[in-house]
C-alpha cells in the first residue's frame, strides 16, 4: 500500500493506483474527458493535469502512479488556467451545435464548456468537416463533435475485441476512422456510443425523440438472454426511446447490440399483446397447395383463460393417443431460472416426460 497526501489529505491506496483513483477515493473530482476506469490510461485530452511537489511540470492524474509521500495539488489557479486553455483548443475546431446536438444535456463536453464558462472561442479556425454516410440503422457518427479522447477506440478494442475504429492521419488531420474510411460494418454493440463524451457517437434511433430533461428513467433487466443485463429505460410520454445501462452494475454498463437497440418491439403496434387461436381455414386450395387462401382469418384473439384451456385440452389428446414421449417442451433464455425450473417440472411431473430442452444448451 501506498500512502500520499492530495489537497493537504492523507490518503493509503494499492500500490498500482493512480493519482486519479486516490483523489476519487478521497471525493475530489478532478475533470477528464478521456478517462474510463475500465479501459486502459490514454492521458490524451489533458484535462487531468496536477501538480506533484518536486516535479517541475505538472502531470496527467490519470497516467501518473501514486508514490509514498506523493503531496497532490489538483486545483489552482494555475491549473484552472490550463485546464480551461486547454477545454478551448479542444472546442476550437469544435461545431457548437449545442441547439440541436442530440447529446446536449448529457455530454461531458458541453458540461465542463458551461463549468469553465468558455462562451467566445479565442482559437478559432479551420474546422474538420464529416459527411454523414453510414448506412447502419443504429449508430449515427458525426465525427465533426469527435475531439480524439480515444474512448471509443479502446472500448471496441479492449472490451468488445473487436477494433473496428482506430486513429487515422496525423496532427490536426488526425480522425477516428474505419478501416479505408468505409461505413461502419461492426458488431454494432453500441459501448462505443456509449463511452462517448460527446455528440460524436449517438444512436440513430434516438433522433428529435427528446432531450433528457422530458425523459424518465426507469432500471429493468433485458429481456432478450439469460444473462440478465441491467437496462435503463428512457421513457417519454409512455414511449421508450433510449436504452442505456449504468456502470455500477453487473454487466458494468456494457450491452450488446439487442439489449442497446433492439427495443422497437416494445412499441411495435404488430406486437402480440394476447393469445391467438389459429382455427382452421375453410378456404383450401388443396389441389396446388395446403396454404389457405385468406391468411388473415386462421387467428382468432382470446383470453388468456381460453388459451391456457385450448392447449391443456390438445395436450391431453396428444398423450392420451400417442403417449407422454410423443410430447417434447423447449424452454427460452429470456425466461427467468424460476420459471425454467417450473417449466421443466412441468414437462416431467405433468405431462410424464423427459423431452425437455433449453434454446440456450451448450
Ligand atoms: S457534442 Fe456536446 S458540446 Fe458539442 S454540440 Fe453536442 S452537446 Fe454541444
Ligand atoms: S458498435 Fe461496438 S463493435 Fe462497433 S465500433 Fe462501436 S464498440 Fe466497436
Ligand atoms: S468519437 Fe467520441 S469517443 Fe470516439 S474519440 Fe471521438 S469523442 Fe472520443
Redesign the pocket.
Known amino acids: 500500500m501506498v500512502t500520499l497526501t492530495i489537497d493537504g489529505k492523507n490518503i493509503t491506496v494499492r500500490k498500482l493506483s493512480t493519482v486519479l483513483d486516490a483523489a476519487k477515493k478521497l471525493d475530489i473530482q478532478i475533470p477528464t474527458l478521456c478517462h474510463h476506469p475500465e479501459l486502459s490510461p490514454f492521458g490524451g485530452c489533458r484535462l487531468c493535469l496536477v501538480e506533484v511537489k518536486n516535479i517541475a511540470r505538472p502531470v496527467t492524474a490519470c497516467t501518473t502512479l501514486v508514490k509514498d509521500g506523493m503531496q497532490v495539488t489538483t486545483t489552482s489557479p494555475y491549473l484552472e488556467k490550463l485546464r480551461k486553455t486547454t477545454l478551448e483548443l479542444l472546442l476550437s475546431d469544435h461545431p457548437n451545435d449545442c441547439m440541436l446536438c442530440e447529446r446536449a444535456g448529457d455530454c461531458t463536453l458541453q458540461e465542463l464548456a458551461y463549468f469553465y464558462g468558455i462562451r467566445e472561442n479565442r482559437f478559432a479556425g479551420e474546422k474538420r468537416p464529416f459527411i454523414k454516410k453510414d448506412e447502419n440503422p443504429v449508430i449515427e457518427r458525426g ?1 465533426e463533435k ?8 479502446r472500448v471496441c478494442d479492449e472490451i468488445e475485441g473487436v477494433g473496428a475504429v482506430d486513429f487515422a492521419y496525423k496532427g490536426f488531420r488526425t480522425i ?1 476512422s474505419t478501416p479505408y474510411e468505409k461505413d461502419l460494418d461492426c458488431e454494432f454493440c453500441g459501448q ?1 456510443v456509449a ?4 455528440g ?2 449517438t444512436g440513430k434511433m434516438w433522433a428529435h425523440k427528446g432531450r433528457q430533461k422530458y425523459v424518465n428513467q426507469v432500471d429493468t433487466i433485458c429481456p432478450y438472454c439469460g444473462c440478465g443485463c441491467n437496462l435503463t429505460l428512457h421513457v417519454r410520454q409512455n414511449e421508450i426511446i433510449r436504452v442505456t445501462s449504468k456502470e455500477d452494475t453487473v454487466n458494468e454498463g456494457w450491452l450488446c447490440a439487442k439489449g442497446r437497440f433492439g427495443y422497437g418491439f416494445i412499441n411495435n403496434p404488430d406486437r402480440l399483446k394476447k393469445p391467438l387461436i389459429r382455427i382452421a381455414p375453410k378456404t383450401l386450395d388443396k389441389r396446388t397447395t395446403n396454404k389457405p387462401k385468406k391468411f388473415s382469418s386462421i387467428f382468432r384473439e382470446v383470453t388468456w383463460e381460453e388459451a391456457l384451456h385450448y392447449v391443456a385440452k390438445k395436450l391431453k389428446e396428444i398423450k392420451k393417443k400417442y403417449g407422454a414421449d410423443s410430447i417434447g417442451g423447449l424452454s427460452s433464455a429470456r425466461c427467468t431460472n424460476e420459471e425454467n425450473y417450473l417449466f421443466q417440472k412441468f414437462m416431467r411431473a405433468v405431462i410424464g416426460t423427459n423431452n425437455v430442452d433449453h434454446c440456450a444448451r451448450y
Not at 469527435?146 to 477506440?153: A, Y
Not at 463511452?195 to 460527446?198: I, L
Open positions: 465525427m469527435c475531439i480524439l479522447c480515444g474512448q471509443c477506440v477516428v462505443c463511452v462517448c463524451p460527446t460524436a457517437l
